[in-house]
């Protein structure tokens, strides 16, 4: 990441941008893009629903993970490589952490998700940060949403992987659980 002086040979400690986020089939995506790319690279994660992360050289090594290069070329089409669970999990945990200065692709406005709280037992113990499926329509089928709120049986949700979209409510009936086991 250090970038390589010209005029006088030295190294210099520049910033980055890291793209990062779950491609349309749920698979851990970054990208890590030069300092005079950073505006164009924030377009690309508008466009791509990512989220975009300035680091610093110093933060890079503190989260241990090796981010590949992205990619933009002149026809306006990008390319994010696929990375480790582990790696995007550190990406996570140094955006939550205030390292870097996080933001949305999409500038929605929307408040961020709550800390995961994994997967509910059962419908009666559905809380915030639980992950739940939720019905967007019936050609579209069923996609994964974040609670974020719960009053009595009605649950405000949120897209997990389209934080541009605004919450909305459903029934705590119209939810389907996700298992995490095996069943006996």
């Not at 030295?10 to 890590?32: C, M, N, R, W, Y």
């Not at 508008?46 to 993970?65: P, R």
């Amino acid at each position: 990441m250090p970038e390589l002086n010209k005029a006088n040979g030295s190294h210099t400690q520049t910033k980055a941008i890291v793209l990062f986020g779950l491609s349309d089939e749920g698979k851990p995506q970054a990208g890590l893009f030069a300092e005079p790319h950073a505006a164009l690279a924030k377009k690309v994660a508008k466009a791509l629903h990512l989220n975009a992360l300035t680091v610093s050289a110093s933060e890079l090594a503190s989260i241990g993970a090796k981010i590949p290069a992205g990619r933009l070329y002149a026809n306006r089409r990008s390319f994010i490589p696929n990375v480790r669970r582990e790696v995007h999990a550190k990406l996570i945990e140094l955006a939550k952490s205030g390292g870097g200065a996080a933001g949305q692709g999409s500038k929605s406005g929307n408040p961020p998700l709550p800390p995961s709280a994994g997967f509910p037992k059962d419908w009666d113990s559905i809380a915030p940060g639980h992950q739940v499926l939720v019905q967007s329509s019936l050609p579209d089928g069923w996609w994964e949403s974040i609670v974020i709120k719960r009053d009595d049986d009605i649950l405000t949700v949120r897209w997990r992987d389209y934080p541009k979209y605004a919450p909305f409510t459903v029934h705590y009936g119209q939810v389907a659980l996700q298992r995490t086991e095996p069943t006996a």
